[in-house]
Each structure stands twice: as structure tokens, then as C-alpha cells.
């Protein structure tokens, strides 16, 4: 069947149109955004769940995120890792997020570095804790006590219970139940 797009966005089908995407001023470009988020959506609840409707929408994000303006470039790289991680689509993929997000967390002059450290923490820590402990240390900026949380219990599986205490510390501190019940638990003052 054909593409289950609005005419607004049928649009960027035309490849005299498509190639415009990445020489959009930031207004034209920050609109084109929005839009693909509320396609995505109507995609996502519509009748047809065509694959090719989601890989559109993400070719779309790739190329806004080949604009010079670094916020929007970053924007729309972080939702691409969003998308492909999110159990609405037919193709979610962990290696493809996980790519995304830590090449977005290494970069020290991304906007949405914090961010993206954060996710990928989050979507590494099932698998692989020791890894996730330097982008759990860059996610601490954040300042969110399941940050610091994570991180002590992070240490915690890696049998560096001594490293991980202070950040479990800091949770339970912060206000975080999980960690509290967890300091009494481990014997640590709060």
C-alpha cells in the first residue's frame, strides 16, 4: 500500500523537496520537527503501521539533523535514539539507539549530551553495568537522584560496593525511598 502520511509531509516524498530539509533556517526547520512528532504519532494509532511510514519519518530526522544549527542537529539525532527505542515501532532497535546516544554522550559539545548519557545508561545498566558507570558520571550533571542511585547500585554489581556508597548516599539523601530502604539495608548513614 502507499505511505499513511498527511499531505503536509507527503511532501518530502519528491526528492526536490527532501534534499531542501537540511538547508532549512532554524524556524522552517524547528516547524518540520514538530511535525514529524505529531506524524509520528499519528502513525503510531493509525491502521496501518506500514514500516516504511516510520522509516520516512526517520530520514526526515536524519536530515534535519544535518543542519547547521546545533541545537536542532541534536534534537533531532536524540529523538531518532527516542524512536528507535520506543515500543511503538515495528523496528525497534537497542544497538541502533545505543550507537546514537553514546556517540551524542561522548560528544562533549552536544546539547543534549546530559540526555543522551542518560539513556544510554539506563538502556545499558540491564546488560552491562561496569560500562554504564562513566555515563552515569556524566548523567550526575542532571542532578537526579535515580541517577545517583544507579550509579552506587551500578557499582554495587561490579562488586565496588565502597565506590557506589556515596552516590547511594546521595539518593537516600535526596529523598529517594528505594535508596533509603537500601542504606538500611547496607548499613550506611544517611
Same mark, same amino acid.
Given at each position: 500500500?502507499?505511505?499513511?502520511?498527511?499531505?503536509?509531509?507527503?511532501?518530502?516524498?519528491?526528492?526536490?523537496?527532501?534534499?531542501?530539509?537540511?538547508?532549512?533556517?532554524?524556524?522552517?526547520?524547528?516547524?518540520?520537527?514538530?511535525?514529524?512528532?505529531?506524524?509520528?504519532?499519528?502513525?503510531?494509532?493509525?491502521?496501518?503501521?506500514?514500516?516504511?511510514?516510520?522509516?520516512?519519518?526517520?530520514?526526515?530526522?536524519?536530515?534535519?539533523?544535518?543542519?547547521?544549527?546545533?541545537?536542532?542537529?541534536?534534537?533531532?539525532?536524540?529523538?531518532?535514539?527516542?524512536?528507535?527505542?520506543?515500543?511503538?515501532?515495528?523496528?525497534?532497535?537497542?544497538?541502533?539507539?545505543?550507537?546514537?546516544?553514546?556517540?551524542?554522550?561522548?560528544?562533549?559539545?552536544?546539547?543534549?549530551?546530559? !540526555?543522551?548519557?542518560?539513556?544510554? =545508561?539506563?538502556? @545499558?545498566?540491564?546488560?552491562? %553495568?561496569?560500562?554504564?558507570? &562513566?555515563? #552515569? *558520571? $556524566?548523567?550526575?550533571?542532571?542532578?537526579?537522584?535515580?541517577?545517583?542511585?544507579?550509579?552506587?547500585?551500578?557499582?554495587?554489581?561490579?562488586?565496588?560496593?565502597?565506590?557506589? !556508597?556515596?552516590?547511594?548516599?546521595? =539518593?537516600?539523601? @535526596?529523598?529517594?525511598?528505594? %535508596?533509603?530502604?537500601?542504606? &538500611?539495608? #547496607? *548499613? $550506611?548513614?544517611?
Amino acid at each position: 500500500g502507499a505511505y499513511d502520511l498527511s499531505d503536509e509531509m507527503r511532501i518530502y516524498l519528491l526528492d526536490k523537496n527532501f534534499y531542501k530539509i537540511r538547508d532549512m533556517n532554524l524556524e522552517e526547520g524547528n516547524d518540520l520537527y514538530e511535525r514529524c512528532l505529531r506524524e509520528f504519532k499519528h502513525v503510531s494509532t493509525g491502521r496501518s503501521r506500514d514500516r516504511r511510514n516510520y522509516y520516512f519519518l526517520v530520514r526526515i530526522m536524519s536530515e534535519l539533523s544535518k543542519t547547521k544549527d546545533c541545537q536542532l542537529s541534536d534534537k533531532a539525532r536524540y529523538q531518532i535514539g527516542v524512536w528507535y527505542h520506543s515500543e511503538h515501532v515495528p523496528f525497534a532497535e537497542t544497538k541502533v539507539v545505543c550507537r546514537i546516544f553514546q556517540d551524542m554522550a561522548d560528544d562533549e559539545s552536544s546539547m543534549y549530551r546530559l !540526555k543522551a548519557a542518560e539513556a544510554y =545508561a539506563n538502556i @545499558m545498566f540491564r546488560s552491562d %553495568a561496569r560500562s554504564v558507570i &562513566k555515563y #552515569l *558520571k $556524566i548523567a550526575l550533571e542532571l542532578n537526579k537522584p535515580a541517577i545517583y542511585y544507579a550509579l552506587g547500585i551500578a557499582y554495587k554489581e561490579i562488586d565496588q560496593l565502597d565506590e557506589g !556508597k556515596p552516590y547511594i548516599r546521595q =539518593a537516600a539523601k @535526596m529523598g529517594i525511598k528505594v %535508596a533509603q530502604e537500601k542504606c &538500611k539495608e #547496607l *548499613k $550506611i548513614d544517611y
